[in-house]
């Protein structure tokens, strides 16, 4: 499959064609034709305005919303998204002699699609499922449009996944401005009668960042190829704003030497006691890992990056038990209220405590972030009485489970950190195998139809999320739970660790990427090419 050159009228015009839809709550739609088995949508970069926690904001989004429109799919469908970008030019942009071109942030205004953990054709590199070594990013630049057509596997698993833009140097300030949404793959696990009579409620979580700008209003709006001090780009900005569903729910403030953090108004989710909902959250941020919990309500596990378990895990009533997101994750949640008036919060856990400040201003990571809420619980009324299924159906792409003697191929992918020379402007080189990114290397080769085994190590003092693209894989236990064994597409590394997963190569052939989720990172070389052939 080859995207298509449309016209940016056809594209406005198809969006415009069905209003916003109100579905699970009130999200922006962006369907753009109702046709039998293909999923149309039309999405729109560029810029627009609103005000949050009391900054005039301007920053990239998709068709004016935030988070983007939300689009639901099925397996066996054709998931149909014509992207145009009504961003402005690039200005011109050269690095100096040394400065590397490819791994310092550029481009701010090129953009492409990327359609995070779906199981479907690689998509990042031109044309569209190419097995080139030497093909480029999908680049699609001011005034330019493609419609990508993506066959959703017959066998594809049900559940949340999120789409965001991935093109190498820009997808930071991008996603860090507010592009992102959440894709709904509907399947066997909608029809759990369970799970079908509760409430099913999205929580978006993003970052928007912002410097003030020039006309008085705020935005990101970094220079190419300057260094950080000269309005190049930087990890941090002035003010962070921490969103729920496109709402403020925490203010990061770094106008003074010593930042501060402000709450915002919370979200709030009314219950029934005895109440079951149904709450799928995403960690879209560009780059806040997160540990939550809920200790005040019955909440279990259903579903992980978009693969739904077994059967229900119980979780998040404890640290011990908290829900780990690394940026890029998502889970999928069953939650019970009480048989009594309450009031609850989702919270996230304190980060790394004891370090001097909010974030590193060298490496982006988080350091010493205190315990904040994102979402309330209240539960009052008449009781219910909703019960949790004992048994969900087994996602059908993902089993049987991978066997050792399938292995057929074991490899070791190390993250490192080290201070930089000169050709990296932020002075920090993030490193896979110990080498900067080039578009045009394959770094890993694998074979389709065979399964493999990864060592993921992390030698650094920073967390390092992994994310593969076309295919999830196993997790074989994890630093903090040998006995975890669940199947994602995005993993949470600590500092100084080992991981191994074991991922089957299925269905599709061409380039594609994996990488540290922290995009940053990402931007500034933690980044591979492998080719499925």
């Not at 739609?29 to 109702?34: D, E, G, M």
């Not at 998509?123 to 699609?140: E, K, M, Q, R």
């Not at 559940?159 to 507010?178: K, M, R």
């Not at 019970?336 to 009031?343: C, I, M, N």
Request: glycine share 8%.
């Amino acid at each position: 499959m080859n995207p298509r050159p449309v016209s940016r009228r056809q594209v406005l015009a198809g969006g415009a064609a069905i209003a916003s839809a109100a579905m699970l709550g009130v999200w922006p739609s962006a369907r753009a034709s109702a046709q039998e088995g293909v999923d149309a949508y039309a999405l729109n970069v560029a810029y627009s305005e609103r005000t949050l926690a009391g900054f005039r904001m301007r920053t990239r989004t998709y068709n004016a919303s935030l988070p983007g429109p939300l689009m639901v799919t099925r397996p066996g469908h054709m998931l149909r998204v014509t992207l145009s970008n009504s961003l402005p030019p690039n200005p011109p942009a050269t690095p100096a002699f040394g400065v590397d071109p490819e791994n310092n942030p550029y481009d701010f205004n090129t953009t492409n699609l990327h359609m995070h953990g779906m199981q479907i054709v690689p998509h990042l590199f031109a044309p569209v499922g190419t097995s080139n070594p030497a093909s480029a990013f999908i680049a699609i630049n001011h005034g330019e449009s493609l419609t990508y057509d993506f066959q959703i596997p017959d066998d594809h698993p049900s559940g949340l996944y999120w789409y965001h833009p991935h093109h190498h140097g820009s997808a930071t300030v991008q996603v860090g401005g507010g592009m992102a949404g959440l894709v709904l793959v509907k399947g066997p696990i909608d029809e759990v009668p369970e799970i079908k009579a509760a409430r099913d409620e999205l929580l978006a979580i993003q970052n928007p960042k912002i410097n003030p700008l020039p006309d008085g209003k705020w935005g990101w709006e970094p220079i190419a190829y300057k260094e950080p001090d000269q309005g190049g780009f930087a990890f941090m900005t002035q003010i962070e704003l921490l969103t729920v569903n496109g709402e403020p729910a925490l203010m990061i403030d770094r106008r003074t030497k010593q930042p501060t953090l402000n709450p915002g108004a919370l979200k709030t989710y009314r219950m029934k006691p005895g109440e079951v909902m149904r709450l799928r959250i995403l960690n879209g941020t560009d780059g806040i890992p997160m540990q939550l919990v809920m200790p005040e309500l019955e909440v279990y596990v259903i579903g992980q990056d978009g693969v739904n378990l077994l059967k229900p895990a119980l979780a998040a009533t404890s640290p011990r038990s908290a829900i780990k997101m690394a940026p890029g994750n998502r889970i999928e949640l069953l939650i019970r209220a009480p048989r009594h008036p309450l009031a609850a919060t989702l919270r996230t856990l304190p980060q790394m405590q004891g370090s001097p400040t909010v974030l590193s201003e060298a490496m982006g990571e988080m350091m010493a972030m205190p315990s904040f809420a994102l979402a309330k619980f209240v539960v009052a009324g008449a009781q219910t009485a909703m019960a949790i299924p004992k048994e969900l159906p087994q996602p059908a792409r993902e089993y049987p489970l991978i066997q050792d003697h399938e292995i057929a191929t074991r490899r070791r992918i190390l993250f490192t950190m080290r201070l930089a020379s000169k050709r990296i402007l932020t002075g920090y080189e993030f490193l896979i195998n110990e080498q900067l990114y080039r578009e045009t290397r394959i770094d890993q080769n694998v074979r389709l139809g065979t399964a493999e085994e990864w060592t993921l190590n992390n030698h650094s003092d920073g967390i390092h999320p992994f994310h593969i693209h076309v295919n999830s894989f196993e997790v074989m236990g994890t630093p903090w739970d040998r006995n975890y064994h669940r199947i994602q597409d995005t993993l949470w590394l600590p500092p100084f660790s080992e991981t191994k997963v074991r991922m089957r190569f299925k269905q599709w052939k061409g380039k594609s990427v994996f990488h540290c989720h922290i995009l940053p990172h990402e931007d500034t070389a933690m980044i591979a090419n492998f080719l499925i052939a």
